[in-house]
């Protein structure tokens, strides 16, 4: 089964997220940057048998199926790697190191694939009060940048073969003006035909707050 369709993984991940999220909650300084985000997703991660399993690439070399930082083509029409999702989980069998599956050289990034697997994108907001119009404009870049992944996987006549997360953890409380700013990146999503079927919009506000600190 393609990681991209196994649903019953899809749900192990998002409570490994769930998991993350509640031990954030409590261990309020955990995240303290978008790296510490990655590395404790890809902990998180690791916990999942099948993606921690070690088998073969292709062209014999032993891997697991959670990398970090791999480099995507935009589309058909550019050999320009321009797009790098923070995670990307690929099937090792339908990975080469040492050349394309039909024999030519690899392309920059050192791999080729043939399955699109799941790819993440990463955001930490670190403002005390709300959402950064900074960490907003990125968000809306890394829709733009899944939804082009996924443009380019339809139009080869494979859009099942890749499935997308968009991950934030938010350091500020829930307020009204943060729920209207979740609601923005979900409507983009949406008018993007980026839903649920393609990509899963997972959110959390860890809650740090100057309320009733005091400093010594």
């Known amino acids: ?5 196994n649903q019953v993984l899809k749900d192990e991940i998002e409570l490994k997220i769930k998991e ?3 031990n954030a909650t409590i261990n309020k300084a955990l995240i303290l ?6 590395c404790q997703i890809y902990k998180k991660l690791s916990e999942i048998e099948e993606l921690n399993n070690f088998s073969n690439t292709d062209d014999g070399f032993s891997t697991n199926k959670i990398h970090t930082e791999i480099s995507w083509f ?3 029409n550019t050999d320009r790697l321009s797009i790098r999702p923070d995670i990307t989980l690929l099937e090792p069998r339908n990975l080469r190191i040492t050349s394309r599956f039909n024999g030519t050289p690899l392309p920059s990034k050192g791999l080729h694939s ?3 697997g799941i790819i993440m994108e990463l955001k930490f907001d670190r403002n ?5 119009e900074k960490n907003f404009r990125g ?3 890394d829709i733009k940048n899944i939804e082009k992944i996924h443009n380019r996987f339809s139009s080869n006549g494979i859009g099942n073969q890749i499935y997308s997360y968009l991950i934030l953890f938010i350091k500020s409380p829930e307020s009204s003006i943060n729920r209207g700013k979740i609601r923005s990146i979900q409507q983009e999503l949406n008018n993007r035909g980026l839903n649920d079927s393609k990509c899963k919009f997972i959110y959390h506000f860890i809650g740090v707050s100057l ?3 005091k400093w010594v």
């Open 1 to 5: 089964m393609l990681l991209s369709t």
């Open 114 to 116: 043939i399955d699109g």
């Open 20 to 22: 993350l999220a509640d």
């Open 33 to 38: 940057t978008e790296t510490d985000l990655q």
């Open 139 to 141: 968000i809306d870049k």
């Open 128 to 132: 005390l009060k709300t959402i950064s």
């Open 211 to 213: 309320k009733g600190k």
């Open 74 to 76: 935009s589309d058909n």
